[in-house]
């Protein structure tokens, strides 16, 4: 609906003026049925002031009340067909608040070009006698198919809407008790309440009750003064009329109540005297009949709770008479008792019949049960079969007798006979010879007891667990079961619950009559006698042995690690647990040891995974052998271990140590090969080091860090200065992550020199970091970070486009300048490497030849295969390789003669002592020697001084680099260098290009 509300309409025009004079107003609306102006008349017809009308379309017209039902369907289809309308009769409101009755009559009109404009009209406001009779009719009409309740609800609330009332109400006195009144319907407020119970004495309902009507228009709540329910609600007005029954005593009244003075008091009035007799009516027929049900429902009750249904049959008329009861007995039928009549008339014939349908096998017995009665005076029992329609076969006992209907002591009789449903009580004694069966062939094991807790029963199941016949149980204590090991807490909460009266449920570890053990889960119930009392115990149990053991298995493998059958982490994590609270508890200490395999990786790549597991498994026996009872060993994953060493001081933890390193030294034979393992071990203590499971792991594990950087196969305890050390590594991790985003990394080169000529002829591109907060950081601290955060590849991409472009600039002034850069080992594990060079290269259109690729030995042990295979990939490429820091360690002939390698350097380590040490001296001769013989270029690295040069230069060496040239430079540095020692040749006016 448009609304259309508080609109100040305009007048209408000229051309429609005139109908004015056929109503009270007239009106006009546009094509969508709103008015859109009216006549002055109406302001004065509805009472209103300013020219303010509240309505909207003719359909949905707010405030306004269509009196009879079918008039919204018809004035909607004249609207839609554009046909006019007449007889339109709405309810209004009058400025004062009095209801007005208007009558509505309207035509289309169109514009002069025949355009269809919407409608006019006229309204003319109906006398007051004819508007009460259309009021009624509407009452009639919205009440008259209601009864009962839903009479009462519609009458409170059409009157109220009606007359514009805040509160109507329907109330009934109860019998014997007439100031105390129930309310039948109550609507308030615009919405129906509650129905409650009120005393009526010192309000004005008790005047009604007195008087036979009361109406107050205004000042209510002053003249009634012990009714504080008005004054709380704020009712202005009253209006109220007594409802009597046909002796004239009153049942009940009709109420209305108003917040504002009520001004259509006397149209009220009539209405009331119109309604009140059909009210009357509908509130005595409501008592007569709820006094019926009440009898018939306590007559029903009383069948109910004594269990039976009566009955009885008049030889006269050959009927049978069956109460509600009985009936619902033998019918099936599923109304209450409330629903049916007090008794139900059956012919002998429908009677005979049904016995024939329903009586199954026991329709002989009925009749000779019948003729018994028939032919004498005393009371006969019988109990029968019958199979009813709604509950299926059920159980009946019928006790009845023959009575004279005279007291001439005549020939008339009648039958009266009482039935009972006794289906419960045999199916009870039937499930009662059941259960016993049920409960000899029950799996579970079943027993009773006295409240001294002697067996009185037990069933064959209780035979079979425990191993014991009934005499050797019965009057015994159930207590010869006990194994001693359940826990006293479950005792505890036993008879705690028992003698609460609640049952029990729990588990026991009992003991059989041969001696063995088993796990019962039980469940223990109190039993009570007919007065309540506990009497005895029921207990219920199934041998659940199996199940533990699974669950133990189950529990196992949660806690234990698959390969080795070692406590995993979390169980490790909760004993170390225990064992912070234990040494609490004793102000006692312990030692906790973090163990990691050195260079297990190597073991597991060469050898494969099962020759790994292997060696894992007899690492874990040898650590188990050399530990004391109540010391735990504990695998946390890959090749890391866990000790927790119990009340052990750092002399024993020392000692410790030691044996596990002695253990561990010795050859392990893994599928026929001799394998020798070592382990790098971190200790800490409590409560030292540590009063928490995570700080005593975190310190641990920084101590086994510490021995790994010192050589690995040893051990180092925990120092506070460790902190400081694993912070420090924190920051550089944190920012090395950031560094090549930060434009952090660079990189310098230091010069190659060739000995014969003093010529530089290569650079090895070196990186260096700057940090802001950590200044200048050492390659031999981030290098191997970058190497474990897996961030070398990254930056080793970076050193190649940046050393491969410089080389490139460089070309331009010396052709033959070549650049070397070194390989980490992580970057021969995968392809990128090969890319990374391969880009580099095809970028900047350099000959392969130009760059020289240094791997460390170490690279080579790892997986020679692998390692070979890329190797002569990358010299396929056509890029050199030379094998960096020779002799260190892992030196071996067979890396000379079968990997590509076209240079070999010798590491400082060798250099620096060469002028004093004899040894030195000839080891480098041997190595120079060798490498010649392999036609391999000798480089030579940590020269220092011109005598370590010249000795070089007799041994044979090709060329060197160190510090006896050049520190590591920056390209430009680097470039002026070249210019210094005429590399370039700047006399003839070149600009040398230096780009950064």
């Given at each position: 609906m448009v609304e259309n509300q508080g609109r100040n309409l305009p007048c209408l025009t000229d051309s429609i003026d005139r109908l004015e004079e056929l109503g009270d107003w007239a009106w006009e609306t546009n094509a969508d049925h709103e008015i859109s102006a009216v006549t002055t008349g109406v302001l004065q017809a509805m009472g209103l002031e300013g020219g303010e009308l509240r309505t909207g379309s003719f359909l949905e017209a707010e405030g306004w009340l269509h009196l009879f039902e079918p008039q919204p369907v018809y004035?909607?289809?004249?609207?839609?067909?554009?046909?006019?309308?007449?007889?339109?009769?709405?309810?209004?409101?009058?400025?004062?608040?009095?209801?007005?009755?208007?009558?509505?009559?309207?035509?289309?009109?169109?514009?002069?070009?025949?355009?269809?404009?919407?409608?006019?009209?006229?309204?003319?406001?109906?006398?007051?006698?004819?508007?009460?009779?259309?009021?009624?009719?509407?009452?009639?009409?919205?009440?008259?198919?209601?009864?009962?309740?839903?009479?009462?609800?519609?009458?409170?609330?059409?009157?109220?809407?009606?007359?514009?009332?805040?509160?109507?109400?329907?109330?009934?006195?109860?019998?014997?008790?007439?100031?105390?009144?129930?309310?039948?319907?109550?609507?308030?407020?615009?919405?129906?309440?509650?129905?409650?119970?009120?005393?009526?004495?010192?309000?004005?309902?008790?005047?009604?009750?007195?008087?036979?009507?009361?109406?107050?228009?205004?000042?209510?709540?002053?003249?009634?003064?012990?009714?504080?329910?008005?004054?709380?609600?704020?009712?202005?007005?009253?209006l109220g009329q007594r409802l009597q029954n046909r002796e004239g005593e009153a049942i009940g009244l009709l109420v209305c109540l108003h917040r504002q003075p009520l001004r259509q008091i006397e149209?009220?009035?009539?209405?009331?005297?119109?309604?009140?007799?059909?009210?009357?009516?509908?509130?005595?027929?409501?008592?007569?009949?709820?006094?019926?049900?009440?009898?018939?429902?306590?007559?029903?009750?009383?069948?109910?709770?004594?269990?039976?249904?009566?009955?009885?049959?008049?030889?006269?008329?050959?009927?049978?008479?069956?109460?509600?009861?009985?009936?619902?007995?033998?019918?099936?039928?599923?109304?209450?008792?409330?629903?049916?009549?007090?008794?139900?008339?059956?012919?002998?014939?429908?009677?005979?019949?049904?016995?024939?349908?329903?009586?199954?096998?026991?329709?002989?017995?009925?009749?000779?049960?019948?003729?018994?009665?028939?032919?004498?005076?005393?009371?006969?029992?019988?109990?029968?079969?019958?199979?009813?329609p709604g509950l299926g076969l059920r159980w009946f006992r019928c006790i009845a007798n023959r009575q004279r209907t005279d007291d001439a002591g005549g020939g008339e009789y009648r039958i009266t006979g009482v039935l009972r449903d006794v289906t419960e009580e045999r199916n009870a004694i039937r499930q009662l010879r059941l259960l016993s069966e049920a409960v000899d062939q029950a799996s579970n094991s079943i027993s009773i007891t006295d409240l001294d807790a002697r067996l009185i029963y037990v069933n064959p199941a209780f035979c079979r667990v425990t191993g014991y016949s009934r005499e050797e149980v019965l009057g015994h204590s159930v207590n010869m079961l006990s194994s001693g090991l359940t826990q006293q807490e479950n005792y505890l909460e036993l008879w705690d619950s028992l003698g609460k009266g609640e049952h029990w449920r729990g588990e026991f570890v009992n003991r059989r009559k041969d001696g063995s053990l088993y796990w019962s889960s039980s469940l223990i119930s109190p039993l009570r006698d007919e007065d309540g009392q506990i009497s005895n115990y029921l207990s219920v149990q199934e041998d659940v042995s199996l199940r533990k053991e699974q669950e133990d298995q189950l529990r196992h493998r949660a806690h234990h690690d698959a390969l080795t059958d070692l406590p995993n982490r979390l169980l490790a994590f909760e004993r170390l647990k225990h064992s912070i609270v234990q040494a609490r508890r004793q102000s006692g200490s312990f030692t906790l040891m973090f163990i990691d395999l050195d260079n297990f990786k190597q073991i597991n790549d060469s050898l494969g995974h099962d020759a790994g597991d292997q060696l894992l498994q007899k690492v874990a026996r040898r650590l188990l052998s050399t530990l004391r009872e109540g010391d735990t060993v504990a695998r946390l994953g890959g090749d890391e271990f866990l000790v927790i060493l119990e009340s052990s001081g750092t002399a024993a933890a020392e000692l410790s140590a030691l044996r596990i390193r002695h253990v561990l030294g010795t050859p392990m034979v893994i599928e026929g090969r001799e394998l020798f393992v070592t382990a790098s071990i971190g200790l800490t203590s409590f409560p030292e080091d540590g009063d928490t499971p995570e700080l005593l792991m975190r310190n641990a594990d920084m101590a086994m860090y510490r021995a790994k950087a010192k050589g690995k196969n040893t051990f180092r305890f925990f120092t506070a200065s460790m902190n400081g050390e694993s912070e420090k590594r924190l920051l550089i991790e944190t920012e090395l992550r950031r560094a090549l985003a930060r434009n952090e990394i660079h990189v310098h080169y230091q010069p190659v020199v060739d000995i014969a000529s003093g010529r530089i002829v290569s650079a090895e591109a070196l990186a260096r970091w700057s940090n802001p907060t950590l200044g200048e950081v050492s390659p031999l601290e981030f290098i191997p970070l970058a190497e474990e955060l897996g961030l070398i590849a990254d930056i080793s991409d970076y050193i190649i486009d940046q050393a491969v472009a410089q080389c490139v600039r460089w070309h331009r002034y010396d052709p033959t300048l070549s650049i070397a850069i070194n390989i980490s080992p992580r970057q021969l594990r995968d392809s990128r490497l090969y890319g990374s060079l391969r880009d580099a290269i095809g970028l900047n259109n350099i000959n392969p030849q130009s760059i020289t690729l240094e791997v460390t030995e170490g690279v080579l042990v790892e997986n020679v295969q692998a390692a070979l295979g890329y190797l002569q990939r990358l010299s396929d490429m056509g890029v050199n390789l030379a094998i960096?820091?020779?002799?260190?360690?892992?030196?071996?002939?067979?890396?000379?003669?079968?990997?590509?390698?076209?240079?070999?350097?010798?590491?400082?380590?060798?250099?620096?002592?060469?002028?004093?040490?004899?040894?030195?001296?000839?080891?480098?001769?041997?190595?120079?020697?060798?490498?010649?013989?392999?036609?391999?270029?000798?480089?030579?690295?940590?020269?220092?001084?011109?005598?370590?040069?010249?000795?070089?230069s007799r041994l044979g060496a090709d060329m060197y680099q160190g510090y006896h040239c050049s520190a590591p430079l920056a390209a430009d540095a680097f470039t002026d260098l070249l210019l210094q020692q005429g590399v370039l040749d700047s006399a003839a006016g070149v600009d040398v290009e230096r780009r950064h």
């Open positions: 004035l909607r289809q004249r609207l839609a067909a554009r046909l006019p309308f007449n007889n339109i009769y709405m309810l209004a409101r009058h400025g004062s608040g009095v209801p007005l009755v208007i009558e509505i009559r309207g035509a289309p009109y169109y514009d002069e070009q025949q355009r269809y404009r919407g409608y006019r009209g006229v309204s003319t406001v109906l006398a007051e006698k004819l508007a009460t009779q259309l009021l009624i009719e509407h009452f009639q009409e919205r009440l008259e198919d209601r009864e009962g309740a839903d009479y009462f609800s519609t009458l409170v609330k059409v009157v109220s809407r009606i007359l514009d009332l805040d509160c109507v109400f329907v109330g009934r006195f109860q019998p014997g008790s007439q100031p105390v009144m129930q309310t039948q319907s109550v609507w308030c407020d615009g919405e129906y309440l509650e129905n409650f119970w009120y005393q009526i004495e010192g309000t004005p309902c008790a005047q009604v009750q007195r008087d036979g009507e009361v109406a107050v228009s205004e000042g209510v709540s002053d003249l009634f003064r012990d009714a504080p329910l008005l004054r709380k609600q704020g009712f202005e007005a009253y149209l009220a009035n009539n209405l009331f005297k119109v309604l009140v007799r059909r009210v009357e009516s509908e509130l005595y027929r409501l008592s007569t009949e709820q006094v019926l049900r009440m009898q018939k429902t306590t007559l029903a009750q009383a069948q109910v709770l004594t269990g039976f249904g009566s009955w009885r049959f008049e030889l006269q008329e050959q009927c049978f008479y069956f109460s509600a009861s009985a009936w619902q007995m033998l019918s099936g039928s599923s109304s209450t008792a409330r629903e049916l009549p007090l008794e139900l008339r059956i012919s002998i014939a429908e009677v005979w019949s049904q016995l024939r349908l329903r009586a199954l096998g026991h329709r002989r017995a009925l009749l000779e049960f019948w003729r018994s009665v028939t032919d004498q005076d005393e009371l006969r029992d019988s109990t029968f079969a019958w199979q009813s960096d820091d020779f002799g260190t360690g892992y030196s071996s002939l067979s890396y000379v003669k079968n990997f590509p390698f076209s240079h070999l350097k010798i590491d400082r380590s060798f250099v620096v002592d060469c002028e004093d040490e004899e040894g030195q001296l000839r080891l480098l001769r041997v190595m120079v020697d060798l490498a010649h013989q392999f036609h391999l270029t000798v480089i030579a690295e940590g020269v220092e001084t011109a005598a370590q040069l010249q000795l070089l």
